[in-house]
T-cell receptor, first 115, second 112 residues
C-alpha cells in the first residue's frame, strides 16, 4: 500500500521560475515530513523538513507548505536554477510517536530547470 | 564532521552468493537505517537499528539481515542472492527518532 503519493513524476521549469512538487499521505500518525534531493550516483540529501504543527517552513529558496486537514504537503523551489535539476523525494515518518526513523518515501519527481 | 560512509561503493556478485555491506554513521548518531533503491520500486525501508537493537523492520524476506555494533557502525547481509536484489543500497543515520536522516552515497550491488 503506497502511503505517500507524489506528483508530478517529472517537471520542466524555466530558469528563475517556481518549481512545485506535491505529496499526499494517508497515515495520520505521520509526524515528520522531510524532502530529499538526489543527484545521479549520489545518495539522497536532506533539504528541508516540517512537523504538522507548522503550516509553512522556509529555508533559502526552498519552502514547505503543509495542510494537515487535507493531508498534503508541497515543496516550492523559488528562482529555480539549472543546478536544481535533480530528483526530489518527499517522505514521512512517525518518529515522535514511536515509529523510529522509518521513512516512507514518495515515488520521486525528476526536475529539469532549463535556461 | 564526516558524513555517512558506505563501503564498498560497487559490488558484483553471482546469484546464490551472499554479500555484506558496511555503514559508518555520522559521529554521535545512534540510529542507522537501511534502504533499497530500484527504478521500479523506488526507495524502500529495510530496517533500522538503534543502540545495537533492531527498532523497525520493513517487508523484506529473511534473506536480508542486519546488525549494529557498539560504535554504531552497521552491516547488512543478503544471503542467497537473487537477480532482483540488484539495487542501490543506502544507509542513513540520525541522532534519534524524528530527527533528520542523513544518507550515504550507497553501495551499488549487481547480481549476475
Amino acid at each position: 500500500q503506497q502511503q505517500v503519493k507524489q506528483s508530478p513524476q517529472s517537471l520542466i521549469v524555466q530558469k528563475g521560475g517556481i518549481s512545485i512538487i506535491n505529496c499526499a499521505y494517508e497515515n495520520t500518525a505521520f509526524d515528520y515530513f522531510p524532502w530529499y534531493q538526489q543527484f545521479p550516483g549520489k545518495g539522497p540529501a536532506l533539504l528541508i523538513a516540517i512537523r504538522p504543527d507548522v503550516s509553512e517552513k522556509k529555508e533559502g529558496r526552498f519552502t514547505i507548505s503543509f495542510n494537515k486537514s487535507a493531508k498534503q504537503f508541497s515543496l516550492h523551489i523559488m528562482d529555480s536554477q539549472p543546478g536544481d535539476s535533480a530528483t526530489y523525494f518527499c517522505a514521512a515518518s512517525r518518529g515522535l510517536t514511536g515509529g523510529g526513523n522509518k521513512l516512507t518515501f514518495g515515488t520521486g519527481t525528476q526536475l529539469k530547470v532549463e535556461l | 564532521k564526516a558524513g555517512v560512509t558506505q563501503t564498498p561503493r560497487y559490488l558484483i556478485k553471482t546469484r546464490g552468493q551472499q554479500v555484506t555491506l558496511s555503514c559508518s554513521p555520522i559521529s554521535g548518531h545512534r540510529s542507522v537505517s537501511w534502504y533499497q533503491q530500484t527504478p521500479g520500486q523506488g526507495l524502500q525501508f529495510l530496517f533500522e537499528y538503534f543502540s545495537e537493537t533492531q527498532r523497525n523492520k520493513g517487508n523484506f524476506p529473511g534473506r536480508f539481515s542486519g546488525r549494529q555494533f557498539s560504535n554504531s557502525r552497521s552491516e547488512m547481509n543478503v544471503s542467497t542472492l537473487e537477480l532482483g536484489d540488484s539495487a542501490l543500497y543506502l544507509c542513513a543515520s540520525s541522532l534519534d527518532r524524528g530527527q533528520g536522516a542523513f544518507f550515504g552515497q550507497g553501495t551499488r550491488l549487481t547480481v549476475v
